[in-house]
């Protein structure tokens, strides 16, 4: 049988773990959110329908490979050992055949689920949003990962929808908030060093939060619980 899925719980892990560990969290979603950010200027560029929509999957699926970075770093801190980035870096180098592939059929079905009146999307997140860290963690190929975080959610999804989507709420709405602020100083510089930070830290927020609630169903939160 398993286990209700709490919201408060889950920020407070993730919170904890930011304070822990902000400086590689942070190195890593800041590399991969650069990244989402070239691609946005594409867009902007193109003014395409059809590249937008190729963007949004792209965008998640790099998101994924920050996330997979994210999980084998939490796997270490899990059992009481420093964070190895180079190690962590390579081991998802490894992985990235089977991570690639499997972050990028998350975000194909989470991007037409919101397309179909949202609710569609928003279920696809919370079935599909433990496929990464499956994949990684578990070595898995792409359509045994997507089963996999389809078994640990399926009795819970929406909780541990609800939940994520907190995280989301919380780190995305402070985001804006402070973009706002910083655009308020008509300074183009400090608004993309805000915006630079803010969205790298939501990006490894929501990162962070993912793996911490596969560890959780899992069984494997272990030292990372505050």
Not at 54 to 62: F, L
Not at 69 to 94: F, H, K, P, Y
Not at 181 to 201: K, M, P, R
Request: net charge positive; aromatic share 6%.
């Amino acid at each position: 049988m398993s286990s209700p899925f709490s919201t408060a719980p889950l920020l407070k892990n993730t919170f904890a773990i930011l304070q822990k560990h902000l400086k590689p969290i942070m190195t890593i979603a800041g590399v991969t959110y650069f990244a989402t950010t070239l691609v946005n200027i594409l867009v902007v560029l193109t003014a395409s329908p059809a590249v937008g929509l190729a963007a949004s999957i792209v965008q998640q699926a790099v998101h994924g490979i920050a996330t997979g970075v994210i999980a084998l770093a939490l796997a270490q801190t899990a059992s009481g050992r420093a964070i190895d980035l180079n190690g962590c870096l390579q081991e998802t180098l490894a992985a990235l055949p089977r991570l690639i592939p499997t972050a990028a059929i998350v975000a194909l079905a989470i991007t037409i689920g919101l397309l179909l009146l949202l609710v569609p999307g928003i279920i696809a997140f919370a079935l599909l949003c433990l496929s990464v860290p499956a994949a990684v963690l578990e070595k898995l190929e792409p359509a045994d990962a997507l089963k996999r975080s389809f078994e640990l959610c399926k009795t819970r999804w929406n909780h541990l929808g609800g939940a994520l989507i907190a995280v989301a709420l919380i780190f995305g709405g402070g985001a804006m908030l402070l973009n706002y602020l910083a655009a308020q100083t008509n300074s183009a510089a400090v608004y993309l060093i805000v915006d630079y930070t803010v969205g790298s830290l939501a990006s490894g927020a929501m990162a962070v939060s993912v793996v911490l609630a596969y560890q959780e169903i899992t069984g494997q939160l272990g030292q990372n619980r505050a």
